[in-house]
């Protein structure tokens, strides 16, 4: 895949996930020339099957993106690197100068962020053996497959009472453990308790299970709590700072702010996937990718022709 002239591209992609890829697509298919850089590090990289997308649902995460990335190579204008881009400030002349961590310094006529979002994991012993698996963040991603099943919430406050509330569609044998006090008021304890939903405040120890398969939630008092998986909401963050750096606002929820077509304050920034929205969802992040990709074209074939 060859470089545009002087490293100097129509656009820079920064995230190789859904909404990177989507967009390169569609921009690879307008014969515009494309970079994408990425490090490799998905948000579901521990998220056995992904869910929700026509025609790929049940794909392991890790087997999709390998799908993507293989179409793309018939589009010899996009270039792949496995790089992290540190920084990236827009010019005079409204190109964007981006900094790569091997050096290197590239330049796009547009900049599209699809970095995604990390999310806060609980530090609990036996989070991490149990994440992807049997523990998860999205009902609409992985409740199917736990329906009807003995499911615990963890979280506190509005965030905790309102995943506790969304999961009644998937199950009613639901428990919400807040791992200390629940920050939750007497109207959200009494939908709490109208709901059949209960809630534990006792500080959580561990979570154990075997292959994979979460068994109990264990608080301190050595109290043992038998679930079939648990599902949770403690906030997440960018991925990437450029969007700071850039001076995009991020919202109470970690997100981006981004207007028609993901485009933010500044002319030639988009952000496109997680890193953007309130509904994450691959095939959401995909969407958000392409119509990205349809915007930045747009502009550039208005800039060509003017």
């Not at 994408?36 to 948000?43: A, F, L, N, S, Y």
């Not at 200390?180 to 154990?208: F, K, T, Y």
Request: net charge negative.
């Amino acid at each position: 895949m060859n470089a545009g002239a002087d490293d100097a591209y129509d656009v820079v992609i920064v995230g190789a996930g859904p909404a990177g890829l989507s967009a390169a697509l569609i921009l690879g298919r307008c014969r515009r020339s494309v970079l994408v850089c990425d490090t490799g590090k998905p948000r579901n990289a521990a998220s056995r099957s992904l869910h929700g997308y026509l025609t790929r649902d049940g794909i392991p995460p890790s087997e999709f993106l390998a799908i993507a990335v293989d179409q793309l190579r018939q589009y010899t204008t996009i270039e792949m690197r496995h790089v992290e881009v540190t920084a990236a400030r827009c010019l005079p002349d409204r190109r964007f100068e981006v900094m790569l961590a091997d050096g290197k310094t590239v330049h796009g006529r547009k900049l599209l962020l699809a970095t995604g979002v990390v999310d806060n994991a609980p530090s609990i012993d036996g989070f991490a053996q149990f994440y992807g698996s049997s523990v998860f963040h999205c009902p609409y991603c992985d409740g199917w497959e736990v329906r009807d099943a003995a499911l615990a919430i963890y979280g506190r406050g509005e965030r905790g009472l309102g995943l506790s509330l969304e999961l009644t569609a998937w199950s009613r044998d639901l428990v919400l453990c807040t791992d200390g006090p629940s920050e939750i008021d007497d109207a959200g304890r009494a939908r709490l308790q109208r709901h059949g939903i209960a809630l534990r405040e006792e500080r959580v120890a561990r979570l154990e299970g075997r292959d994979g398969i979460l068994e109990h939630v264990v608080f301190e008092s050595g109290s043992r709590l038998p679930r079939r998986a648990l599902f949770f909401t403690t906030g997440q963050f960018q991925q990437s700072d450029l969007s700071l750096q850039l001076g995009c606002e991020v919202n109470a929820k970690g997100t981006v702010r981004t207007g028609k077509y993901e485009t933010t304050h500044l002319k030639g920034l988009y952000v496109a996937g997680d890193a953007s929205r309130a509904v994450q969802w691959v095939v959401v992040a995909a969407a958000e990718g392409a119509e990205a990709a349809f915007a930045i074209n747009t502009d550039l074939i208005s800039e060509d022709l003017s």
